[in-house]
């Protein structure tokens, strides 16, 4: 077996969820390439050694770049706030790593378009970690669509609703809280949210033309962890944006964290000229289908348990019946990294694709701004 020697940054999170990937990647998946825990990355040499100690890296830095100039290291995985992927992942790149980032790809397309140029110039492995292509329904999902169980496809709906920022108590910047401050993460929930809805569309039903956008920030100032004082606040608590297809369907897309009820309620719907399917977050291994060619008597709305051996992924996990859960994506993303890796094929979405979403959110941060329809560049 082949070694590819992982240097992670962040050890929170996005931190945890990708060390399980790597760990568990190969229980489950026979492959050429095992990764291997090289070394942790964080400020805190404490708090990076606990990490370390925890999930079995062999070593630590507390300098990304050292981590970056170490010949010891295949491939850079970036899990760290937004403000800081394009300098990481550039240096990365040119340092002629692999580089997988977390999402957003960057704080804006302008970021994301210089990524994108110079990791392609270098030709090496990329990807970012847009983990929902990866639950097993969420693929049923993609191969219904192209094997045409749908047909013409009329609508996409989604919403990502969550209700955890509600508080005016609570502060923006920091730890955890800094989703909240517009210089670390670009945007709010736009970025953060919409950023997987959107990601998950153009893959499911193609890119997208035009977006007309309505942002809102509830709570105007907090409390900034890192200067104690309180500052406006820069991101959008919610979004929602009306969008075109290429392929001339029609979108309307939603997320807040205001939605008092909901943690992560990330739904999508797809009507088509024969069938409908819709999938939710919180019952993650089930996917309603809606077929309209059945039988009128038996017509009617199914809830495919996706959990038998010929599903998507689910042949290497347990028996039918026995559903997996979030963390699974997240194996999924790694065993398909690597199995891209191995036969030298570009992996799905690596940084092209993830400046395709980019670019879809600026165009809604800016409708959001100004009221006006945009029209969406490509990558
Ligand atoms: C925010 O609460 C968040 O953790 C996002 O940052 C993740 O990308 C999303 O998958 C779940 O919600």
Not at 346 to 353: A, E, I, V
């Amino acid at each position: 077996m082949k070694n590819l020697n992982i240097g992670l940054i962040g050890y929170g999170f996005m931190g945890r969820a990708h060390s399980n990937g790597y760990r568990r990647v190969n229980n489950f998946f026979d492959l050429e390439y095992q990764p291997v825990l090289k070394a942790a990355c964080g400020r805190s040499k404490e708090q990076a050694e606990a990490f370390a100690k925890q999930w079995g890296y062999e070593s630590v830095e507390t300098d990304w770049r050292k981590l970056i100039e170490r010949d010891d290291i295949d491939a850079i995985d970036i899990c760290t706030p937004n403000n800081t992927h394009a300098e990481m992942a550039i240096a990365a790149a040119e340092a002629g790593k692999i580089v997988l980032c977390e999402k957003p790809l960057a704080l804006n397309a302008e970021q994301g378009a210089k990524m994108v140029e110079i990791i392609e110039k270098t030709g090496k492995p990329n990807g970012v970690w847009y983990n929902y292509r990866r639950v097993p329904a969420v693929t049923l999902a993609k191969q219904l669509i192209d094997d045409g169980k749908l047909g013409k496809i009329f609508h996409y709906r989604a919403n990502f609703l969550q209700d955890w920022t509600i508080s005016e108590d609570l502060p923006q910047g920091g730890a955890a809280l800094w989703r909240l401050d517009a210089a670390a993460a670009g945007s709010g929930v736009t970025g953060d949210l919409l950023a997987h809805c959107i990601d998950t569309a153009i893959w499911l039903n193609g890119g997208i033309s035009s977006v007309t956008a309505m942002t809102e920030t509830f709570i105007k100032e907090r409390k900034h962890n890192l200067t104690g004082k309180v500052e406006k606040v820069g991101i959008d608590d919610a979004c929602a944006f009306l969008c075109r297809f290429d392929n001339g369907s029609l979108g309307l897309f939603e997320s807040t964290r205001y939605a008092r009820g909901h943690k992560a309620l990330y739904t999508f719907e797809i009507n088509g000229e024969h069938a409908s399917i819709k999938w939710d977050l919180h019952d993650l291994h089930r996917l309603e289908y809606f077929d309209h060619r059945d039988e009128s008597r038996v017509r009617g709305w199914r809830s495919i348990h996706v959990t038998d051996g010929d599903m998507p992924y689910m042949g290497n996990w347990w028996v039918p019946g026995l559903q997996i859960g979030y963390e699974h994506s997240f194996v999924h993303q790694v065993a398909d990294f690597l199995t891209a890796l191995a036969k030298g094929e570009r992996f799905r979405p690596d940084f092209r694709d993830a400046q395709e979403t980019q670019l879809i959110c600026d165009a809604v941060l800016k409708s959001g701004a100004n009221g006006s329809w945009e029209n969406v560049a490509k990558p």
